[in-house]
Each structure stands twice: as C-alpha cells, then as structure tokens.
C-alpha cells in the first residue's frame, strides 16, 4: 500500500479529498511506515453523519435476523484474513504477534456473537395491574451512533462498538485513533465487501479535536461510545452532555492481582507476567500493581526478576518474543516520564526502568518491563501508566490486600490467586472492580460477558456481553388494551 493514501468512507465511497493534509502511521518497531491517511475535517464529520442518517430508517426497518446474518459474512471474512490483519496490528501497533492475532480473534467472535443477537433483541411481557391488557417493551435503534476507539486493541474494539449498534439497527460513524488507522480501514472493508448498504457505516480517520468534537456534539448523533483515556472521556462526556446524549465511556484501570500466602505461586507468577507485560502493559486491564502478603512476597520478588531477566524483548513478528514495543513515541515518553517522576518520589526501582539501546532498539520504541517496589500513597502505585511497569505492593493479610486493591480512583478489572475458597469469595464480594478474576490474570476478557468498570473507569455502562445491547437501544414501552373500555391505572378499584 506504500504511497496509497487510504481514504474517508463515506456513503458507501472512499474518497481522498485533494484540499486535505495526510497523516502517517508508523511500525512502533522499527519507524516503516504502514499507511497514509486523510486528515478530516468538520465537513467530512458532517457529510458523514449526513450519510448515516440517509441510511438509518432502511436500515432500521432491515429485519434483524437479516442484520445478523450480514454480521456474520463479515466475521467470515475477517477469518480468512486473520493472519494477514493479525500481523497489520503488529506492524501498527507493536503487539507480539500471538496477541496481535488474537486481538482479531477477539473481534470475530464479537461480530459472531452480536451476530445471534438478530435473532434475539428480547424485550420483556409484564403482568398488568388491569383486565385484559398487555404490557411490553421492545428495543428499537438509536439512529446515528459515534463510536470512537483507541489503538491498544485496534481489531477488537472497532467491533465491540460496530457490530453491536449495527445489529440493533443503528447507523455510525467511526472515529479510529490515528495510530490504528490502517487497521481501522481493514474493518470497514470488511464491511463494505459483506455488502453493508452505503452509508450505514462511515469512517473518519483524523484528529480528536478536528473529527473527533464536531462528531460528538453534533445534535444528529444520539449516542456516543467512546474508549479511551480518563482525561479525554472526561471531555467527551462534558461535550455530549451539552446535547443531553447518552455517552457511553470506557476508560483507565489501575489493576491489582493480589497473591495471597496459599496461592500457587507458579500459576500466580504466570498470571502477574502475562497480565503486566502483555501487550507492554497496554490494556485499560493491565495487571499494574501486584499486591502480595508478607509471607512469600520475598519469593515472589525474587522470582520476578529471574524471570524478568530472561524476558525477551524484540521484533514482535517473531513468535519467540515476549515482549515488543511500546505503540509510539508518546507512550515512550510518558511511560518514561513516569519511571523519571517515581525515581524523584523515592520509589525504589527494581528491575528496568529505562529505555533499550543498540542494534535494532534504536529503530523502535522499546521499553524494558519494569518493577517498582512501590509506596501505597505514590503516582506509581496510584496513577493508570498505560505501560510495562509493575507496582509491587506488601500487605499483611486478605483484609489489607483488599483495602489497598480498593484504594485507587479506577475500578476495572482485578484478580486473587488463592487456594482458599472463603478467601476467594470474600474478594469477589469485596473488590471494587467491575470485572474480578479469580485464579487467572486481570486481562483476557470474553466477549459475552460484559465489559466495563466502577469509579473512573466509566459513568457506570457496560458493553460487550449482554449489555452491548443495552447500550445501543431505546426501550419503547407498550401497552395493549382490549377490554374495550376505559381503564384507569391506579384510580379503578382494586
Ligand atoms: C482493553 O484493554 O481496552 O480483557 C480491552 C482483555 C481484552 C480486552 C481489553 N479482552 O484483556
């Protein structure tokens, strides 16, 4: 695709419009270019959101089942391309290339999923307070939904948002992060070649502030499903507030994995590497404080860095690597940033901590994992860092464990390694997480489940699972009188 500028879709067109500027996508790698794309504007937004409105009402009246099955010509066509889009989420973003394929594992199964969702869409039947009447609710679209995604999962999370407002008969129009741009155009052409009507999806690539704001304060747009960073859902949510829209938001974790003293320590280790350092540490589940009881934190800490030493970190394409690059030159500099900031705060730093050098290194941006023993009132143990670096945190039993789990602004995803039945009940009921897992890493959720997080990691939404549907329909509730007369609810006598 070199030199081939990837255009907007819009109504059913790629167009590159001459008068625009361009913008690159880079391999995090080694510094290739994958693609070039155009730089929308505020007009595109609004030739865009003209184009899914055109299209709603059609759309919208498609029989459901028929919405799912077009979902499910994608999902086949996404299969067979999963290596190939596999290696363009390496090559774009910097996952190894096990995660990168499963990122579009991730987003198949999405698209399966919803896709049996047009056959389902249930609403409720509920007994009425009167004779001969019928009370129900169906789910009905939205209209024109804005779904505006992040890079760390660029297959996955497209779909998460796309195939669910599709099926509900919704139409969009999609804002990728600038980094994912390559990847975000594969997902649109796999909807455009299963034969999605012109306009129902509609891609602009481009800046937050230029694309990105007009899209969601426009009043056309009902809904927008936006994952990202705190400080920027903070600022989506003020925007569609003005509009009184729904603004459905997936933000930051800070996530522990506690490891309490009867845990099976291999599987507990396992977990605390894969959760940490997947990805380099860039999943809003990230593992990014291991929280450890006194009596085998010595153990724990040692093996770390035993293993951390062996930790193989290069070209992500390579299937023997553990650990590849972090996705730009800004989260380098802010993962580093924070390492720098740590330091100064007398955090001991125990293992990495720097920037790697030499060789291919130079190419890229590579990070090495790193571990901080960390204060419970510090940045390092408090603050999301979106990066390879782990918190390690001691405490003396379950109760300490939980209230230091508990005592951060984030509340996503967390876990607890423990043999003990009662130990992992107590966490379960005590955790102030929207996801926990027991006896397995904070990361690697499933698709049916639902997705999402307490305190500030969101406005109290889910999405995936069964409250994707939630979040892309109105509920209309009906009543059916037949008792040919007028009944009065509440006031008739009882
Ligand atoms: C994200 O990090 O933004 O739980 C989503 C997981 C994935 C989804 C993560 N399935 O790791």
């Known amino acids: 695709m070199a030199g081939e500028v990837r255009g907007l879709y819009i109504g059913g067109r790629w167009t590159v419009p001459s008068d625009r500027a361009h913008f690159t996508t880079r391999n995090p790698a080694n510094g290739e270019t994958v693609g070039e794309f155009v730089s929308g504007t505020p007009a595109d937004v609004d030739a865009a959101i003209g184009a899914a409105q055109k299209a709603f ?11 799912g099955e077009l979902l499910l010509e994608v999902a086949r066509i996404l299969r067979g391309r999963k290596e190939a889009l596999g290696r363009t989420v390496t090559r774009e973003m910097g996952k190894v290339i096990a995660e990168g394929r499963g990122d579009v594992q991730e987003s198949i199964d999405f698209v399966e999923y919803m ?47 796309i195939a669910a407002a599709l099926v509900c008969g919704n139409s969009v129009v999609f804002k990728p992060a600038s980094n994912t741009a390559q990847c975000a155009t594969e997902v649109v052409a796999a909807y455009e070649e299963a034969g999605l009507p012109p306009g129902v999806l509609n891609l602009v690539t481009g800046a937050g502030g230029t694309v990105g704001n007009p899209l969601i304060e426009d009043p056309r747009v009902r809904t927008v499903s936006f994952t990202g960073g705190v400080e920027t859902g903070r600022e989506v949510y003020v925007r569609g507030a003005k509009g009184l829209k729904m603004v459905h938001l997936e933000l930051g974790g800070k996530n522990p994995e506690i490891i309490l003293d009867d845990a099976n320590l291999d599987l507990a280790l396992e977990g605390a590497l894969f959760g940490a350092f997947g990805t380099s540490g860039q999943r809003c589940t990230a593992t990014s404080r291991l929280v450890v009881q006194a009596g085998v934190y010595d153990e724990v800490l040692g093996r770390l860095k035993e293993r951390l030493a062996k930790f193989r970190i290069g070209d992500p394409l390579e299937a023997s690597t553990d650990m590849g690059p972090v996705a730009s030159a800004d989260q380098e500099a802010k993962v580093l940033g924070y390492v720098e900031a740590g330091k100064k705060d007398g955090e001991r730093l125990l293992v990495g901590g720097s920037k790697l050098s030499g060789g291919a290194y ?68 005590a955790l102030e997480t929207g996801i926990v ?23 109290g939404g889910r999405e995936a699972g069964s409250a994707a549907v939630e979040e892309f329909t109105e509920t209309k509730t009906v009543f059916l009188d037949f008792s040919n007369r007028l009944q009065k609810a509440q006031i008739d006598p009882r």
Not at 126 to 142: D, G, I, N, Q, Y
């Open 362 to 429: 130079d190419r890229g941006h590579y990070v090495a994992p790193t571990l901080f023993e960390a204060r419970r009132e510090g940045r390092i143990a408090r603050e999301e860092i979106f990066g390879p670096v782990l918190a390690l945190l001691k405490v003396r039993d379950l109760a300490d464990a939980i209230r230091v789990a508990n005592d951060v602004d984030y509340g996503l995803s967390s876990a607890i390694y423990t043999r003990d039945v009662n130990h992992a009940f107590e966490a379960v009921r």
């Open 57 to 67: 009402p059609a759309w919208r009246d498609t029989p459901a089942p028929k919405r």
């Open 115 to 161: 896709a049996g969702e047009g056959r389902r869409l249930f609403g409720e039947t509920v007994p009425s307070e009167l004779h001969s009447k019928l009370c129900l609710t169906f789910r009905e679209a939205k209209g024109v939904v804005a779904c505006i995604t992040p890079w760390n999962f660029p297959m996955a999370i497209p779909n998460w948002k």
């Open 437 to 459: 897992y027991v006896n397995a890493p904070t990361i690697g959720a499933e698709v049916q489940l639902p997705f999402g997080g307490v305190k500030n990691t969101g406005n």
